[in-house]
């Protein structure tokens, strides 16, 4: 039987085969040489060349020789002067818009104590206009010991601005009395199917919305201007390639971000690559869309479907066959109706969507798995290419599930280090010796890739590659990794960022590898990832990023 890593240096192989094949007419001279690189291409661990040639926006040729060859005056040389450069990284898991915007809204992320979380909330209320809501946040109430923020808090120092401020892990929203008031939540709203509204032993609202419920507060806000929306997008589009990250895939509940690319898409180039996942429960539209416009191209592409399961670990809504340590009276909660869940999937695949499913907790993973496979069954044998997002907690039979049944683990190792702080209070260590199982899950033969979840996490993808490769938890406490045994290397972490990205979204025939007959993208950093200790890997720069042939960054 072949192993692993021949499957994948085969696949590899495969892919770069097909794509030469289909760029065999692009001849003469070069657009673009850069020599005098050392560029890792992505088809195996120690697999180098030291040249690129372009023409127009795909590579046409590989190694000093192969570029000299091709280089005629009109021929742009780039000398990268021993520069290191890699495929560009795929993220296939991110909230664009909300993290978009996000970057130009206060951040509560690093607040240490309740009375910080105040007083910069009480700030960022004093610069508003009185009546505008004050959204942002990423706020986490674990840096100060779990206290759960409350409306109380905030009320005397926001008496005239609306506020809704997410936990970090998005499922979560804090508001003050005023927002309450203007979203319709007091004692007598009834609880919402898939969400929580926290209320006190008195059954008054506390300020806090969970998962579902959080709608009710979205609609009283509204929608911002589509030209907001799109500067925010504009804005989100640097910083990721600032990053090194070339393509991204939205993975969200509604159609915010593939609304706002497809508009910057009919001007021009996106610079950045999108790849869609649209709310699954809408998959009848996106057919119909299909029908009528295909697709889309390499730029702005769809046809395929998200939807949530299940909640986080953080905010306890995670569902899990046993209860939380640290709240006995929850096992977390289902989101999407399992017979919805069956019933959509099978719908959407049969017309030939691709699926995704978030699912955090271990009996969320289950009732995913088994749904998948009943559809697989239903449906028969096609390259379906299913998706869990986040794949976080897992009971042990459910591991070698994703290879069996060919399903992709879309997993975002920030986490790890991240929830690894506090993980231990909510679930206990048993739990958590199947938890963000990276190594095992690579280990097993599935395809594995690997992304952010941002704004959840930091977009860029080294901080991802450390927390694979190290698992050192944020506060420090885990110098030798945080079950360590769950780490993996950094070649495997490499791959799982872009050629296993690529796959991810049927794309590793022009994705994901520096080859020829490929899509120009490409990232030139300024240390060799492989050759520094790897607790300096956040510390490289990206000194260029390449997509379609143009330098985007740099």
Not at 223 to 234: G, H, L, M, V
Not at 247 to 258: A, N, R, Y
């Amino acid at each position: 039987m072949l192993g692993r890593r021949t499957l994948l240096a085969l696949a590899g192989g495969t892919a770069a085969a097909a794509a030469t094949r289909a760029f065999a007419h692009a001849e003469g001279d070069l657009d673009a040489a850069y020599i005098n690189a050392t560029v890792w291409t992505g088809a195996g661990p120690t697999a180098r060349t030291d040249a690129i040639g372009v023409i127009g926006d795909r590579i046409a040729a590989i190694g000093a020789d192969a570029v000299r060859a091709r280089t005629g005056k009109r021929t742009q040389i780039v000398d990268l002067a021993g520069a290191f450069v890699t495929p560009g990284f795929i993220d296939p898991h991110v909230h664009f818009v909300t993290a978009s915007t996000m970057l130009s809204q206060p951040s509560l992320r690093d607040a240490a104590n309740p009375q910080e979380f105040v007083a910069r909330i009480a700030a960022a209320a004093k610069a508003l206009p009185k009546g505008q809501w004050l959204e942002g946040g990423n706020w986490d109430q674990d840096r100060w010991g779990g206290e759960m923020p409350h409306k109380d808090w905030i009320d005397a120092v926001t008496p005239d601005t609306p506020v809704a401020v997410i936990r970090y892990d998005l499922h979560m929203l804090l508001l003050n009395s005023l927002a309450l008031k203007l979203a319709g939540i007091d004692r007598n709203t009834p609880d919402v199917p898939g969400g929580v509204i926290e209320r006190d032993a008195k059954g008054e609202p506390t300020g806090i919305v969970k998962d579902a419920a959080k709608d009710l507060v979205v609609r009283a806000i509204g929608a911002p201007s589509e030209t907001q929306i799109d500067a925010a997008t504009r804005k989100g589009i640097e910083l990721a390639l600032s990053k090194g990250v070339t393509q991204v895939h939205p993975t969200e509940l509604e159609t915010i971000s593939f609304d706002s690319t497809r508009r910057l898409r009919a001007l021009g180039e996106t610079g950045l690559r999108f790849r869609h996942y649209l709310p699954l429960k809408d998959w009848e539209a996106q057919v119909a869309l299909i029908a009528e416009q295909g697709r889309g191209d390499d730029w702005v592409q769809w046809g395929a479907c998200k939807v949530v399961f299940d909640g986080s670990l953080g905010s306890r809504t995670a569902r899990f066959y046993e209860p939380y340590s640290d709240d006995p009276t929850t096992r977390g909660i289902v989101v999407t109706d399992p017979a919805d869940l069956r019933r959509w999937i099978e719908g959407a695949d049969k017309a030939g969507l691709q699926v995704t499913a978030h699912a955090i907790g271990d009996e969320a993973n289950d009732i995913v798995l088994d749904t998948m496979a009943a559809v697989a069954k239903a449906n028969g044998p096609r390259d379906r290419r299913f998706r869990i997002e986040h794949v976080q907690h897992m009971k042990p039979h459910a591991i070698g599930r994703f290879r069996e049944q060919g399903i992709i683990a879309s997993v975002q190792p920030y986490h790890a280090i991240d929830d690894g702080r506090w993980a231990v209070r909510r679930i206990g260590e048993e739990r958590l010796k199947t938890s963000f199982a990276y190594g095992s899950l690579v280990g097993s033969g599935a395809h594995v890739c690997m992304g952010s979840d941002w704004p959840v996490a930091p977009i860029d993808p080294l901080t991802g590659l450390d927390a694979a490769v190290n698992r050192e938890t944020l506060d420090g406490q885990n110098p030798q990794g945080w079950h360590p045994e769950q780490r993996v290397t950094l070649a495997q972490a490499m791959h799982c960022y872009t050629q296993e990205g690529a796959f991810a979204g049927f794309n590793e025939t022009r994705l994901g590898l520096i080859a020829a007959g490929f899509l120009a993208d490409f990232v030139v950093w300024d240390s060799d990832l492989f050759a520094i200790d790897s607790h300096l890997l956040v510390k490289a720069k990206v000194l260029k990023t390449v997509v379609g042939g143009i330098v985007r960054f740099g």
